[in-house]
């Protein structure tokens, strides 16, 4: 599948953000945890969830999706996590805590997922290890034993997410013990997932902040619950509307989620309201280079938004460098962006950007999903028609992406 784009249109109009894919794996994987009927509501079908549900489904969940609710109920069968879909979704190890919490015993492959870097699964493993899972690799399958896990301090020695997450689900159901988990991560899904599991009983505490605490429950019951926006996806449609121009609105978003992205945008000369739940960005002039960004974890620049903001410095007056301090392989990119003219040149974990008047519409490939949704945005800027293939990589995080592009003026259409 590919789009056609025929870029040059102003965007114009509103649209409502979804759910957050980086909250709603993780709480996929949490509802391992609990045997009753968990409610997710209004969920966006990214690819990436449809692969997760598939998962659960193998391993013995029901999982129904009815009425853009995504129902999950009963109990796992199995706890060899050693399917097929692993081997693409990174987010399957999430499943690795919240079986062991319940079930302590699993079979895990090494996760897949986008490939922006060797994403090593070390922080996870050692986390697991203190509360007390003891670890065999043979085979190329990770075998955990987990009987006699307890509550420990655990000290991430990077404040990695998916870490993050895992050990707080580990934690939740080993009664009685306390966990304490220092050096976390702080992104909003993590508190999300904290909001969840205690939305089913459990007992995490301090989720966005730097130390988390969790004590340990017996069981968890069911819940009915949604997750927050999707800022990865608020913040690339901000980017379209400033790189296209017109004035777009961003409903059902929380713009204190995106404030490095706000600070940076109106450095380069739009124009933004904020509100509780929207945001409105304008912009008709050309944009300007914002001389250098570093990504970092929250709340610094997000990662995710690294490749969509170094397509929009293509076009912005001046020179720029993108330092990309988190995943080493993200800048795959920029040899599609070369061919649309972009002059970029990247040396090691940085890219130095010469903004150039406009870019010229090219056939291009996704080399992965946020440097996907970068080559959509260039589509939409250069004047002409260009096709954007391998889109399999933008479907797995962005949901309806063309649907919500051409709602706002743009001409994009999605074929085989
Ligand atoms: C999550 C997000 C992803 C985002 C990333 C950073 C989800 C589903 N995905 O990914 O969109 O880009 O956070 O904001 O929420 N690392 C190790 N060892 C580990 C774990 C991580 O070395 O055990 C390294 C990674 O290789 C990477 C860095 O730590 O360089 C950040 O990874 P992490 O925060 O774990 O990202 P993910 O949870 O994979």
């Known amino acids: 599948m590919k789009y056609v784009v025929n870029g040059g249109n102003k965007l114009f109009g509103k649209i409502t953000v979804d759910s957050a894919k980086n909250s709603i794996l993780p709480v996929i994987a949490a509802t391992i945890m609990c045997d009753e009927e968990c409610v997710i509501k209004n969920i966006p079908l990214y690819l990436d969830v449809i692969e997760m549900s598939a998962i659960l489904e193998k391993l013995g969940k029901k999982v129904e999706v009815k009425d853009d609710n995504l129902i999950i109920s009963g109990e796992i069968r199995s706890t060899s996590v050693i399917m097929a879909e692993t081997k693409t979704l990174r987010s399957s190890i999430f499943m690795m805590g919240s079986i062991l919490s319940k079930y302590r015993k699993a079979i895990f492959t090494y996760p897949g997922g986008c490939d922006i870097g060797k994403r090593p699964i070390d922080i996870h493993l050692e986390g697991l290890e203190k509360l007390g899972v003891k670890f065999t690799f043979a085979n190329d399958l990770i075998y955990c034993d987990a009987d006699k896990m307890k509550g420990s301090e655990i000290t991430l020695n990077f404040p990695s997410v998916g870490a993050t997450e895992n050990l707080m689900m580990a934690s939740t159901l080993i009664e009685g013990e306390i966990t304490v988990i220092k050096n976390c991560a702080r992104e909003p899904e993590i508190v999300d997932l904290a909001n969840f599991i205690n ?214 259409e999605k074929t085989e």
């Open 199 to 412: 939305s089913m009983g459990g007992k995490v505490y301090g989720a966005g902040y730097e130390t988390i605490v969790i004590f340990g429950v017996k069981r968890l019951h069911g819940t009915i619950y949604k997750c927050i926006m999707d800022r990865i996806a608020t913040g690339t449609y901000l980017i379209a509307g400033a790189m296209c121009g017109g004035r777009i609105e961003l409903a059902g978003t929380n713009p204190n989620f995106l404030l490095p992205l706000i600070v940076f945008l109106r450095n380069s000369g739009c124009k933004i309201d904020l509100f509780s739940d929207k945001i409105i960005l304008e912009n008709f002039t050309r944009l300007k280079s914002i001389g250098k960004i570093e990504t970092e974890t929250y709340p610094g620049f997000p990662t995710d938004l690294q490749s969509p903001v170094l397509v929009m410095q293509t076009i912005s007056k001046g020179t720029s460098i993108v330092h990309e301090t988190v995943f080493e392989a993200r800048f795959k990119v920029v040899s599609e962006l070369a061919k649309m003219g972009a002059k970029i040149n990247v040396s090691e974990r940085y890219a130095t950007i010469v903004g150039v008047q406009k870019l010229k519409p090219a056939n291009v490939i996704c080399p992965d999903l946020r440097g996907g949704a970068g080559l959509v945005l260039a589509a939409l800027s250069a004047k002409g028609r260009s096709e954007v293939d391998e889109i399999f990589h933008v479907e797995r995080g962005y949901y309806n992406l063309e649907k919500n592009l051409k709602n706002l003026g743009a001409n994009i």
